[in-house]
């Protein structure tokens, strides 16, 4: 049967890259006994502006009190948040001064940019943070070692791939970042998630 | 063409503008936020000297008028009820003309006596309902009726004005769509209908009027060896013709579809749109249609999308408070909403 078509019907919103970040963040927002904020994606960075434009005209969006936007610094936070800075002020709407906080208006809008407002990189980076005080992130490390040694080559992408060997390492081996955050696997009360679950919390 | 329309004091509405308009205009939204009402004002728009239709929006609900109870019906017709004030009903056309319908109860000039009854009570006076045109040359038009539908008095003629057609969810329109059809024979164009309801019934591969039981009624020959009536191959079939000729027969008019997906399958919605703005475009007719269906709407986007010419707009009614506010969707927030299943309606 088709999914139907999906209602805004929580007062608070909060908007990732994708698929995997909006299962995470639900989870996370669960974690959290958050009930009344709604997570949706918004089809990657080029999506960002139709999915606010259309956000303004979706029913439901009158109700809707506040609205979080969360985003990958990739190569920097700065020009990030600079992007999506530059995007609400051409839809209409309010923006908030710098990363991690929110903007007061009819909406109140608050940006997170991951994985912490400052450094380069992404919501794998953030992950990566809480778990790598464990034992066993010498391991990960190793094996790239011995990989890059072995066969001469390196991925690309080596945020996504740590925690590829991270979930690999798991009793189900097999999940994504955002179902691995359903079962439970990335450790919430670590420190590297306070400034999200802040941010979540103050939405 | 209308560019804009503003509806004041009718029905469910104080105060609505629906813009931008386009050559179709899909209008969405939940129940009773006044999508029906919608239609109803533009066709009194279109008719502004015709004050039958006045109560004829009524009668297409389902409200039959009993004699003497018409000033009741026209109450209706103002917002919250409220008779003192004036409805206004405002269009803008594409070359920035404005027409303006205002409607208002007056102290009727009749005088009547009070009927003789053991209770003594005080009775308001008669009023009559009076219709104010003035046209995009500022001329003004007016025509005045009594509750018992005779009309008292029309002054001034304005310029003439586009055909309206408006096809209800209730009624039926067999003989009117027969007359319709036989206008199209006569110069040749019925047999372009054909594809289109070949999307219904692919076996369909004549129309013809026939007269049965004295009524002149479109049949249709699917092989069977005799011609049958187009009523009998469903619903939608009906619907669709009505629509088309309906188009068809209003060149540089208006045509107003209520729950224009009834009896039409989902499958068909982007054929029938297709078919609907390539004749709509021909004829140069503006099209008003309401929908509840999700799938006509995603087919009326992918029509417009891939037919170069995005001469569509959706329009969703919301209730906001006592208030209804209307919230245009163009091309790209239609995408976004199709691409991400997103709610319009």
Redesign the interface.
Known sequence: MPELPREIIKPKLLIGEGKEEERFFGALLTHLGIGDVQVEQYGGKQGLASYLKNLLVRPGYPALVSLGVTRDADISAREAFQSVYDTLRNIGLSTPDRPQTSATGRLRVGVFILPDGQRSGMLEDLCLSAIQAYPEWGCIEAYFQCITATANRQPANMSKARVHVWLASQVEADKQLGVAAEIGYWPWDNPPFDALKQFLRAL | MYNSFTIKNFRCFRDLTLEPLERVNLITG?NNVGKTALLEALFLHLGPSNPSLALQVNTVRGVEQRAGDAEEMWEWLFFTRKVQETIELTGLDEDNTTRRLSIRLVESERAQLSPVTDTLTTTSGLRDLLLEHRDARGQISTTRVRADGATITRRGNGAPLPVGVYLSTRARTFKEDAARFSNLERVGRHEGLLPTLNLLEPRLRRLAVLVTGGVPIINGDIGIGELIPLPLMGEGMVRLLSILLAIANAPGGVVLVDEIENGLHHAVMTGVWEAIANLARKSQTQVFATTHS?ECVQGAHQAFEASGTYDFRLH?L?R?GDDIQA???DR??L???A???????
Do not use: G, I, Q
Request: glycine share 0%; proline share 0%.
């Open positions: 939940k999700w969703r919301d906001v919230v245009a969707y790209e927030t995408a976004t909403s691409e991400m299943n997103l709610e319009v309606r």
